[in-house]
Structure formats: C-alpha cells, structure tokens
C-alpha cells in the first residue's frame, strides 16, 4: 500500500507464491491507472493499465482489479519470481490539458528463493 | 527504455552552479517529460513538452527551466543548484499522441542521479 513515510512498505513472497500490492488512489476523477515496477538503479517500467469503466484485466502473469467504489488498486502476480523484485507504483491519471498523473511512493516486494 | 537515453547518468556539483540535464528520444515522440523522485514522494512531473519550442511547467517547476530545439532532446537546466535539488531524474515520453498522452503509459529513462554539495 501507500506509505508516507520514507520508508516504504515491504511485501515478502515465497518463490512461487502469488503476490498482491495495493494502492489507494485519491482522486475520484481519475479514469486511468497504472501500475510500474522499478528495479533498482533503472527507470519505472510500465506493467499492466486500467481504465475506469473495467474492474479486471489480466496480462501475463499480472492481474490488476479496480474497486472505485473504495478508491482501491491492486495488483496480483502469479507464481512470483526472484526477477519480480522491485519496488511496484501506481498511478493515477486525470484528464486534463496535459498528462495529470499522480504518483504513488511504492511498495517493495521481496521474493524469497 | 523505450530508446530513451539520459546523460549524465550521475553528477555531483556544487551549490550555486547551473547544471543541465539532457533527454535524448529515438522514436520522434512528440510529448515529453521531466520528473523528480525522492524518498517518501512519488514522481514529481518539473516541465513537460509538448513539441519543438512548447514546454509548460509542472508542479514543482521552480528553479528549473527546459528547452527542446529538436523533437529528440530535452534538456532540463538547474539555473542554480541548492541542496534541494539532490534528487534522481527522470525523463519520459508518451506515446499518446495528439492527446497528451492521456490514457497511455509513460516510457521512462534509467534516470540521472544528481547530488548538489
């Protein structure tokens, strides 16, 4: 989830595992999410997206579900794998003269061999 | 990283000196953009470009300035670097189009890491 703090919350998964992340977004504006992974040293790298009239989708071993009833994000990964450690973000997206998005801090997920 | 290429990728200067940033894009993306991260924030859009010569602020603009000459670079400029401004940079573009971008992922750089001394 989201964190204010500096430092940020920390998901551990057993190898194998499924992997859930979540996100409370604050707008009830915004009609378009993402979700990031950054690996240490790299850019955010784009994941999986939603739009607002959808609940689910579903990429590659990636599920995102979308509750705007509650303003809540997640984001599910199957089978979780050493390469899927990173810090995961999302973002919300506003429509609006130019790309409004927000950005949220991260959570860090850990996978355990 | 979307044929992305940022430079330098690490920097140390000292307060007082202007420093500029460059973004270098391959793929003729028209709309490009300039964040900040930092520990306990998320990405922080500074300036953004709409095409060669069109640029806008962001929400944390001041003390930054932005050119783009050519629709393949972005240059971001600290006029003065404070110690504020040590952070990790990142430009990105979108491939959204005539729209902005909206309701479309942003492609990002691997950044520059800047320490103001």
């Known amino acids: 989830g989201e964190s204010v703090g500096l430092h940020l919350p920390t998901l551990s998964v057993q190898e194998g595992d499924n992997s859930i992340i979540n996100c409370a977004y604050s707008n009830s504006a915004s009609d378009y999410f993402i979700w990031y992974k950054q690996e240490s040293g790299k850019g955010p790298q784009f994941i999986i997206d939603i739009r607002s009239n959808m609940d689910k989708r579903q990429g590659q071993r990636v599920t995102v579900l979308l509750n705007k009833t509650v303003k809540h994000l997640s984001l599910q990964i199957a089978a979780t794998q050493p390469g899927d450690s990173a810090v995961y973000f999302c973002a919300e997206n506003t429509s609006g003269g130019y790309q409004k998005v927000t950005f949220g801090i991260g959570t860090k997920l850990q996978v355990i061999p | 990283d979307a044929g992305i290429t940022q430079s330098p990728r690490h920097k140390v200067t000292e307060t007082g000196t202007p420093v500029t940033l460059r973004c270098h894009q391959t793929e003729n993306h028209r709309y490009m953009y300039w964040y900040r991260q930092d520990p306990g924030h998320g990405l922080r859009l500074i300036h953004y470009?709409?095409?060669?010569?069109?640029?806008d602020k962001g929400e944390v603009s001041d003390g930054y300035s932005v050119s783009r000459s050519k629709t393949e670079d972005f240059l971001l400029t600290l006029e003065s670097a404070t110690s504020s401004q040590t952070s990790v940079y990142f430009c990105?573009?979108?491939?959204?189009?005539?729209?902005?971008?909206?309701?479309?992922?942003?492609?990002f750089g691997n950044g520059t890491r800047l320490t103001v001394t």
């Open positions: 990105a573009i979108s491939v959204g189009g005539d729209r902005g971008g909206y309701n479309s992922p942003l492609h």
């Open positions: 470009s709409y095409g060669v010569k069109d640029t």
